[in-house]
Each structure stands twice: as structure tokens, then as C-alpha cells.
Nanobody, 121 residues
């Protein structure tokens, strides 16, 4: 049974930092495209960052967020620096076999439960 468990969210002031973790079980992250999405209140879920052999970022987070992985721990991370109030959202980790390519948000096989990030002014 596949599980993705996010952690590390919380309340932080603007300009601060947080590191999110996504611990995977039942799959090897080495063979999956691992992605962070986020959903703000009243908005659609949106892409934040992805990692396979390379990394990809949404324009809104480039230069501030860094996605990485530790294959020994089977865990993906999202280091978030210089946080802004508009980064406030529930952050989700998702996985899709890397052989299938990026796909759309609806194509992701596995999702975590999400972790809340709130950035205050």
C-alpha cells in the first residue's frame, strides 16, 4: 500500500523559511516523478515543484524554493525561503511513475493528505 505523508507545515512570518517533508512508503521515489502542489483558499490546486532526474519550478517560486530528495530515506523535501503571504496554502505531495512523463494534475496516482503553510504579514 502506497502512502505519502507530508510534514513540516506551520505558521511563519513573511520572509521566513520552512522545510516540508514527504515521506513515501510502498514505492521507491527513485522511479517516480515527485511533485509538490499547493491549494490556497478559493483557488485551484497548482504546481509548485517537481523532481525526477532534474528539477522544475513554478515561476512564482523560482529562486526561493528548492526541491530535493533523499533516496535512502525515501523522502522528498521542499525548502521554502523568503516566504510571502501569497504562499499560504495547503501543500500536497504527489507521485507519478516517471516513465509516464509529467501529465496533468489529474494524472497523479498517489497523493498525501497535505500540510498547511500559513505566512503572516
Amino acid at each position: 500500500q502506497v502512502q505519502l505523508v507530508e510534514s513540516g507545515g506551520g505558521l511563519v512570518q513573511a520572509g521566513g523559511s520552512l522545510r516540508l517533508s514527504c515521506a513515501a512508503s510502498g514505492l521507491s521515489i527513485s522511479f517516480y516523478r515527485m511533485v509538490w502542489f499547493r491549494q490556497a483558499p478559493g483557488k485551484e490546486r497548482e504546481f509548485v515543484a517537481a523532481i525526477t532526474w532534474t528539477t522544475e519550478y513554478a515561476d512564482s517560486v523560482k529562486g526561493r524554493f528548492t526541491i530535493s530528495r533523499d533516496t535512502a530515506k525515501n523522502t522528498v523535501y521542499l525548502q521554502m525561503n523568503s516566504l510571502k503571504p501569497e504562499d499560504t496554502a495547503v501543500y500536497y505531495c504527489a507521485a507519478r511513475p516517471r516513465s509516464r512523463g509529467a501529465g496533468t494534475i489529474d494524472d497523479y496516482d498517489y497523493w498525501g493528505q497535505g500540510t498547511q503553510v500559513t505566512v503572516s504579514t
